[in-house]
């Protein structure tokens, strides 16, 4: 499934108006400082194009945030406009982290008293293929929630969800850098 | 959205998740993901998907990281609002 053109297009824009931010110190940078920026800002444009309405994309913009190296003008700000940016920091402190620790808390409890039950019910043969399939799949969705930004505030469900529209914003990213690093080759030959 | 909004139907706190739900989403992440795709299979399971997404998702973010190492060498000279980001801009649209 191809990244429809105006999420790329919409990632496009709001990754320049970002690096527009490093514009003055662009000179003095060194190769790994250069990196880090375009990084940075890459994934900060990626984000706002969902708007607040991802748990990703909220975590990735406060992560955003936070890394900044913090001068007059903030590369979330740049990239957000200062209006957008306060709403969405409001979102990020307050709204997503205490829904989805109540989210938590109540699917572990769910999950001890369930895991109490389970080993006395079942014969030991069944018990054995599915405890480990339930393990794997246990173990993995933990490797997954690592991977995604503003993981482990997430159930199960919301987890997919956002891994669903995470790889597709990832592949619109990795789209346009792309498309960037050859036109820049092309343009730099003598 | 809806089916997050449904799926929060906490009445004691608890959070009431369909199969079918799961089932769903799972089904529309195995069409993203290059390989799965193109195994004619209806019985993938779902550790399997996991496993595929995870490392899917892990290369989609060492490529992020290459190319950004590759443009921080090419985009030493290059202005944000210089003609040559103009000309570089249109070639990509």
């Not at chain 1, 529209?165 to 990795?174: C, N, T, W």
Request: proline fraction near 2%.
């Amino acid at each position: 499934m191809r990244p429809p053109s105006s999420l790329r297009q919409e990632f496009l824009k709001k990754w320049m108006m970002g690096l527009q931010r490093y514009s003055t110190s662009k000179k003095n940078m060194s190769i790994l400082e250069r990196k880090k920026a375009i990084k940075l800002s890459a994934d900060v444009a990626i984000a706002s194009a969902r708007n607040g309405t991802t748990c990703w994309s909220r975590a990735l913009i406060a992560n955003g945030y936070s890394k900044d190296g913090g001068d007059d003008k903030h590369l979330v700000e740049q990239i957000l406009g200062p209006e957008s940016e306060r709403l969405i920091m409001k979102k990020v402190l307050t709204g997503g982290a205490s829904v989805c620790n109540k989210r938590m808390r109540s699917k572990k409890i769910l999950k001890r008293s369930c895991g109490i039950q389970r080993t006395r019910k079942f014969a030991p043969q069944v018990a054995l293929a599915s405890s480990i399939a339930k393990r794997l799949v246990r173990k993995r969705t933990q490797i997954l929630r690592s991977l995604i930004p503003g993981g482990e505030f997430m159930n199960d469900v919301t987890l997919i969800e956002e891994t669903l529209d995470y790889i597709i914003s990832l592949r619109a990213q990795v789209d346009v850098m792309r498309s960037l690093a050859s036109a820049s080759e092309l343009a730099s030959e003598p | 959205m809806s089916s997050r909004r449904s799926s929060g139907q906490s009445t004691a706190g608890v959070s009431r998740i369909s199969d079918e739900q799961i089932i769903e989403l799972v089904s529309k992440l195995r069409q993203l993901l290059p390989e799965i795709r193109d195994r004619r299979s209806d019985k993938v399971s779902a550790s399997k998907v996991l496993q595929e997404t995870c490392n899917y998702i892990r290369s989609l973010h060492r490529e992020v990281d290459d190319l950004s190492e590759r443009l921080s060498q090419l985009l030493a000279t290059i202005d944000a609002d210089s003609a040559e980001a103009a000309i570089i801009r249109s070639l990509i649209m």
